[in-house]
Nanobody, 124 residues
Framework: QVQLVESGGGLVQAGDSLRLSCAAS????????MGWFRQAPGKERDFVAA????????YYGDSVKGRFTISRDNGKNTVYLQMNSLKPEDTAVYYC?????????????????WGQGTQVTVSS
């Protein structure tokens, strides 16, 4: 089992950057593929990005491709989401998740463990 804690959210202006972190404890994060999801008020939870166990493979949702970068440091048991050129429509609670399965999962239902989320608000 693994526990996940997100940090790094906040209030920024459009065009700014933020870096979210997801610290894993318990079983080492290198045992899991990792993903970031987000949920805006009144909307479903959407896939943002995923990274393989080694970090060699990544995948992004269409709305963030070219602006966001997912990475991981297995030595620190931490996954990051670098968010550049932020837009008001990026406003949401961002969740980190861990997947015991192989490959990269886009569906939230593949993920086994979740953090509590961190709020990102982008003003226009």
């Amino acid at each position: 089992q693994v526990q996940l804690v997100e940090s790094g959210g906040g209030l920024v202006q459009a065009g700014d950057s933020l870096r979210l972190s997801c610290a894993a404890s318990g079983r080492t994060s290198s045992s899991y593929a990792m993903g970031w999801f987000r949920q805006a008020p009144g909307k479903e939870r959407d896939f943002v990005a995923a990274i393989s166990r080694s970090g060699g493979n990544t995948y992004y949702g269409d709305s963030v491709k070219g602006r966001f970068t997912i990475s991981r440091d297995n030595g620190k048991n931490t996954v990051y989401l670098q968010m550049n050129s932020l837009k008001p429509e990026d406003t949401a609670v961002y969740y980190c998740a861990a997947d015991r399965g192989s490959g990269l999962a886009l569906s939230q239902y593949r993920y086994n463990y979740w953090g509590q989320g961190t709020q990102v608000t982008v003003s226009s």
